[in-house]
């Protein structure tokens, strides 16, 4: 039988506590979570569970023939609640970084997390349409989700190099892409405009056209659109009554708010040049 000295026990969980503590003190910055960091992950996490949702809910019932009624419908709005939980997270990172702090490695995370949630997710939801939609063809589906993944990777790469003025992105943000696609996919138009639809909100992604950031009473707007649509989402799911026609007058607000803003930067453009061209008229004349 082993006997402690209670004194000496104690001595060394003193010395276990100081050299954590001098541990976590010498830790390099770079290697230290923020807030804003830990709601970065719950952006990546719940990308990763709508893929899974996605995965088990909608794909492999379908590959093996175990459709239960209503199943894919549950998980298909369970995979898009959590894609829109993940625009939760993002917006609050921001916030929650520029209100606090933000760690050195705060940018690259909100990056690879936007990837996963807004790039491979919606990406996916898209190939599994076109593996499960009775009018689809499995490999456009699948060239047209590559499309969507490569748009989103080549946006957020630009956003980390390019400088814009503040208070405006270039090109879509990739969460308003990715859920205006899925939005697109749940309209369950004809096979071809649903493709041509989301070929040109990927280009958009890449477009230079420009779109306010969600600050202030925008940001606002956008939580409470967030969450308007997590409760039409619960009652298509749930086959409330009108749930569906519900759920595909959201997505239409969806798809044609994409469409609209691009029109109001293009006018907005046109006018600064138009207001321009009449000063340096003015200018010129004796």
């Known amino acids: 039988m082993t006997v402690l000295d209670p004194e000496t026990q104690a001595g060394w969980a003193a010395d276990v506590t100081d050299e954590a503590e001098a541990d976590a003190e010498d830790m390099p910055l770079s290697l230290r979570l923020s807030i804003a960091d830990t709601l970065t992950l719950g952006n990546a996490t719940c990308g990763f569970m709508a893929v899974y949702f996605t995965t ?15 199943m894919a419908r549950h998980s298909a709005a369970t995979a898009v609640i959590l894609m829109l939980a993940a625009a939760i997270f993002d917006l609050f990172d921001g916030i929650v970084a520029r209100k606090l702090r933000s760690s050195p490695m705060g940018a690259e995370l909100d990056n690879l997390s936007d990837l996963i949630s807004f790039g491979l997710a919606p990406a996916y939801f898209v190939l ?15 060239l047209a989700a590559i499309v969507v993944l490569l748009a989103v990777v080549l946006r957020l790469a630009r956003f980390s190099c390019v400088t814009m003025k503040d208070g405006m992105f270039q090109g879509m943000p990739s969460p308003f892409g990715a859920l205006t696609v899925i939005s697109i996919v749940l309209l369950e138009l004809p096979f071809v405009p649903t493709l041509m639809a989301i070929i040109g909100v990927a280009w958009l992604m890449v477009s230079r056209v420009e779109y306010p950031k969600p600050r202030g009473i925008l940001a606002v707007a956008m939580l409470s659109w967030i969450v308007a649509a997590m409760g039409l989402l619960a009652a298509w799911a749930f086959d409330a009554p009108g749930g569906q026609l519900l759920l595909q007058t959201g997505c239409a607000l969806q798809v044609v708010t994409g469409a609209v803003i691009p029109l109001f930067a293009t006018a907005r453009r046109v006018n600064t040049f138009r207001g321009n061209r009449r000063e340096a008229r003015a200018a010129q004349l004796p």
């Open 56 to 70: 088990t809910g909608i794909l492999i019932p379908h590959l093996t023939g175990d459709d239960e009624s209503g």
């Open 128 to 142: 599994v349409y076109g593996m499960v939609a009775d009018d689809a063809h499995q490999r456009v589906s699948a």
